[in-house]
């Protein structure tokens, strides 16, 4: 009987004969499959902006992404990934959506929570919501996990990060762009203006919308950097809302009013594979 061919198998067939194509083959596919997805790039860059306050010079944010626990990510990988976040030693630890492939399915909770708690940042951990966290009614669990794990939620809200000199930043974090209702006016509701202001969104492409705000950074995911991408073709996946920004450093507006970077990600989904886009994680270090 023929088998019928889902939208997976279609893919997974359309990247077969594309490595074949290209003459990778069976290597190719072993590479795509198994080394790749297990790479860890880091990727370290400094955030120079005027209302940075001085007192933040130094300070050290890392953010990772899409984690897409249970798909091809498991729990022992991410408890080396929570060694090494800690080894960066972070001031600020921030989470940009996509935590579990399949919330409603994934088994292993209570192991994940202690290694999610063992994240150390002494400003803070924050997390944001990605299309996969509303996913199988989701919401409610995701929640729940980051919120167990000491992380703070920031879903359509702020929040303020203060030195003890009482120098500060603001950080807002809206919901996802696919399966919530990002709202990034009620987010800067209580945003003063001439303050250093970050966003988190999962989505890049509301960057876009972003620049109609006095926000100076947008830290995205989501996009895992086209996690496939095929010399002199491009990305095989662009997920909606990552159409325009798929990775790394973006400059928008009028005198870069807007710097936005996206993070490819850790995990993978849809397809195990990974190929010319390597796992992520980013170091921000303030510069005043
Ligand atoms: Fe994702």
Known sequence: MPKKTTRR??????????FTLLGLSSG??????????????IEQMDIIHPLIPKSFDGIRIVQFSDTHLGFQYNIKQIKKLAHRINQLKPDIILFTGDL??????????????????????????????????????????YRNIMEAANFTVLLNQSSTIKLQDGSRIYLLGID??????????????????????????HAPDLAEDALRYPIHLQLSGHSHGGQVKIPFIG???????????????????????????????????RLPFRFLSKPEL???????
């Not at 088994?107 to 999610?116: A, C, D, V, Y």
């Not at 996206?262 to 995990?267: A, D, P, S, T």
Request: glycine residues 8%.
């Open 9 to 18: 198998t279609f893919l997974k067939r359309t990247i077969g004969s594309l």
């Open 28 to 41: 190719g596919y072993y590479y795509a499959n198994k080394i790749e997805p297990s790479m860890l790039s």
């Open 100 to 141: 579990l492939d399949e919330p409603n399915k994934y088994t292993e909770i209570n192991r994940l929570l202690p290694i999610l708690d063992s994240l150390h940042a002494p400003l803070g951990k924050f997390c944001i919501f990605g299309n996969h966290d509303h996913g199988g009614y989701g919401s409610d669990l």
């Open 176 to 201: 996802d762009a696919m399966l919530g209702t990002p709202d990034i006016s009620i987010a800067m509701k209580n945003v003063p203006k001439h303050h250093f202001t970050i966003l988190l969104s």
């Open 235 to 269: 990305a095989l996946i662009k997920p909606p809302f990552a159409q325009k920004y798929l990775e790394g450093l973006y400059s928008l507006g009028d005198n870069n009013q807007l710097t936005l970077y996206v993070n490819r990600g850790i995990g993978t989904t």
């Open 282 to 288: 980013t170091v921000f270090t303030f510069r005043t």
